[in-house]
């Protein structure tokens, strides 16, 4: 390793966006174009009106030469309203642009969560695996420790006692203590990879969190369930939400994400962000889906009813353990060999030609169209005859 590099470094790997699978262009096999169902994004491109719009307004109101809008005024204003507006909330009880920071992707606001609490030595994040796995890559890289609580094998619940103890044992000034205190529980809701929604149970857990430590409610897949917890940010200012444009609007390739909060969190992420973090046709791109929301998320029920016939179909499969699911895309497990069957079953669906993911001791297939869900059925069909 280079001699100036930071030793820790050299035990992390470069994130692969594809693993296995590719840079994300469409990959060619002898059975044509690969069905891409490994990376949560819509199967939908934006409608050929919209992109011409986007065109458009590229060639005759973005100055090239000048630098983004840094603020993000607009774009804050039309994404108060959406939140507003998707969680019934009105007046006082409403977000104002104040409480919205604007992100690079929310994987940028995830990181700049972690630099304006934990850098430095001064905090460690509390995950729930499986889960995210951005959430402690980014840690990883900023020397940030992670403590790991594992869900329910059943429901994939958090196991609250565990977390709870964590987060004593990480503050318990008695011990001789190798970790800086948890500052930062970080918590999808529905989760990645597994598709539960936080349940009561989990939300009273996160709701009784001290003051000194943050709540990340990362909720990506909201468009696919509706659940949000946006209303109670009003009464805890210790509570963050994630948001991005990159599943249900479609518009993963400009890299859009936002944070709710409250605005003294909000003030701090402003202040560790770099300058011009969104580009002036991402911001253009997130302001004309917004606008266009009605259409564009006409696409849900359709999406969610392939996820159902999906479900079923599935479930037709005996070697297979399928889990329920709140967002866009299905977890399972096969019943017995564990890893090296699901390596298996992950490279034969790759060279048939439908890329998912293996993670979490499991496979997460994003729902597709119509076309991509049967040819991935029937490819899972044979790899299945071919494993047994
Ligand atoms: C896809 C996803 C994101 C989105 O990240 P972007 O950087 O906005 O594309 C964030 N959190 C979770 C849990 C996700 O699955």
């Not at 104040?98 to 304006?116: F, K, T, W």
């Not at 203590?177 to 939300?203: F, K, W, Y």
């Not at 002036?280 to 969610?304: C, D, K, N, Y």
Request: proline letters at 5%; aromatic letters at 6%; hydrophobic letters at 40%.
């Amino acid at each position: 390793m280079l001699p100036f590099l930071r030793s820790d470094l050299a035990y992390l790997n470069a994130y692969t966006p594809h693993p296995g699978g590719g840079d994300g262009s469409p990959v060619q096999t002898h059975a044509g174009v690969i069905d891409r169902l490994d990376s949560n994004e819509s199967p939908f491109d934006l409608p050929a009106d919209l992109k011409e719009k986007l065109g458009w307004q590229f060639q005759h109101t973005i100055e090239s030469n000048r630098y983004p809008d840094g603020s993000h005024v607009a774009l804050k204003e039309a994404i108060a309203q959406y939140v507003n507006e998707s969680a019934q909330l009105d007046g006082a009880a409403g977000i104002t642009a104040e409480q919205i920071s604007v992100g690079n992707g929310s994987d940028e606001l995830i990181r700049s969560l972690l630099i304006a609490t934990c850098l430095g030595g001064e905090g460690s994040i509390l995950v729930a695996t499986p889960t995210f796995s951005m959430y402690g890559i980014l840690a990883q890289t900023l020397g940030i420790p992670v403590v790991s609580v594992d869900r329910s094998e059943e429901t994939f619940e958090l196991d609250l006692e565990a977390a709870q103890s964590a987060i004593a044992d990480s503050e318990d000034a008695s011990q001789e203590q190798d970790i800086p205190p948890i500052r930062v529980v970080c918590m999808v809701h529905p989760n990645s990879p597994t598709g539960n929604a936080l349940t009561e149970a989990e939300l009273t857990w996160l709701r009784s969190l001290p003051d000194h430590v943050l709540v990340m409610i990362d909720e990506a897949y909201f468009e696919f369930n509706q659940a949000t917890v946006v209303g109670e940010l009003h009464d805890l200012p210790n509570w963050v939400v994630l948001r991005t444009f990159s599943k249900a609007f479609r518009l993963a390739s400009l890299r859009v994400g936002y944070a709710i909060a409250h605005p003294g969190l909000i003030a701090a992420l402003e202040k560790v962000r770099l300058p011009y973090n969104l580009p002036s046709f991402s911001q253009m791109g997130a302001l004309t889906v917004l606008h266009h929301r009605q259409e564009l998320l006409e696409s849900i029920p359709q999406l969610l009813e392939e996820r159902d016939r999906l479900l079923d179909a599935l479930a037709g499969f005996p070697e297979l353990r399928i889990w329920p699911s709140a967002a866009n895309f299905i977890y399972f497990r096969v019943r017995s060999g564990g890893d090296e069957v699901l390596e298996s079953l992950f490279r034969q669906m790759k060279a048939q030609g439908s890329l998912i993911r293996h993670t979490g001791g499991g496979i997460r297939l994003t729902v597709g169209t119509l076309e991509e869900n049967q040819r991935t059925l029937a490819r899972l069909e044979t790899v299945l005859a071919n494993l047994r």
